[in-house]
T-cell receptor, first 116, second 114 residues
Framework: KAGVTQTPRYLIKTRGQQVTLSCSPISGHRSVSWYQQTPGQGLQFLFEYFSETQRNKGNFPGRFSGRQFSNSRSEMNVSTLELGDSALYLC???????????????FGPGTRLTVL | AQSVAQPEDQVNVAEGNPLTVKCTYSVSGNPYLFWYVQYPNRGLQFLLKYITGDNLVKGSYGFEAEFNKSQTSFHLKKPSALVSDSALYFCAVREAGGYNKLIFGAGTRLAVHP
């Protein structure tokens, strides 16, 4: 099976712009989660989508949003970019199941976003 | 609130020696615990997880981890380190009922010297 894919791998934007990142999960996986990784804050959970619905959300401002399509592919959008949004954005997929799922999440290679 | 602590920023080990990367957690209820490894400019690779059952969990690439409920720890171990094990290691916890939200530790950089 192909792994989790993320596009683009690298992105450079300027402050105030918006950006959309894409994630394609492993075939058959219905849950997609997004994480932000920075040297200062480490790995932080952004949100999770399952069957096109957001079912969990981290502590990020409303500038960070996402969506999931019927084929389970997910996009993450950041509006009005700030310098502090520079980070590696990782997405992870899993079969999904319920609130106490024991599934393993498998991560993609990430998108490196640089905000100038 | 759930949290994960990795008390060592870096662990240095000679090749062939055993290695331990430490992790402690705080969570209400039964924890689901995970170890991931990250190589430069790469995503996270899954190593192993503890859900329930035997306290010693075996994973990929010869790694294992020991779950200790009384000490709320989940240390990662390997009997004989390889130079290629040098990477950044993350411990994570998922609370039952928390869907797929993972809370990660700060990470421990493992350096294996020839």
């Amino acid at each position: 099976k192909a792994g989790v894919t993320q596009t683009p791998r690298y992105l450079i934007k300027t402050r105030g712009q918006q950006v959309t990142l894409s994630c394609s999960p492993i075939s058959g996986h219905r849950s997609v989660s997004w994480y932000q990784q920075t040297p200062g804050q480490g790995l932080q959970f952004l949100f999770e989508y399952f069957s096109e619905t957001q079912r969990n959300k981290g502590n990020f401002p409303g500038r960070f949003s996402g969506r999931q399509f019927s084929n389970s592919r997910s996009e993450m959008n950041v509006s009005t970019l700030e310098l502090g949004d520079s980070a590696l954005y990782l997405c992870a997929s899993s079969p999904g199941q319920g609130a106490s799922s024991t599934d393993t999440q498998y991560f993609g290679p990430g998108t490196r976003l640089t905000v100038l | 609130a759930q949290s994960v602590a990795q008390p060592e920023d870096q662990v240095n080990v000679a090749e062939g020696n055993p290695l331990t990367v430490k992790c402690t957690y705080s969570v209400s209820g039964n924890p689901y615990l995970f170890w991931y490894v990250q190589y430069p400019n790469r995503g996270l690779q899954f190593l192993l997880k503890y859900i329930t059952g035997d306290n010693l969990v075996k994973g990929s690439y010869g790694f294992e981890a020991e779950f200790n409920k009384s000490q709320t720890s989940f240390h990662l171990k390997k009997p004989s380190a390889l130079v290629s094990d040098s990477a950044l290691y993350f411990c994570a916890v998922r609370e039952a009922g928390g869907y797929n939200k993972l809370i990660f530790g700060a990470g421990t950089r493992l350096a294996v010297h020839p």
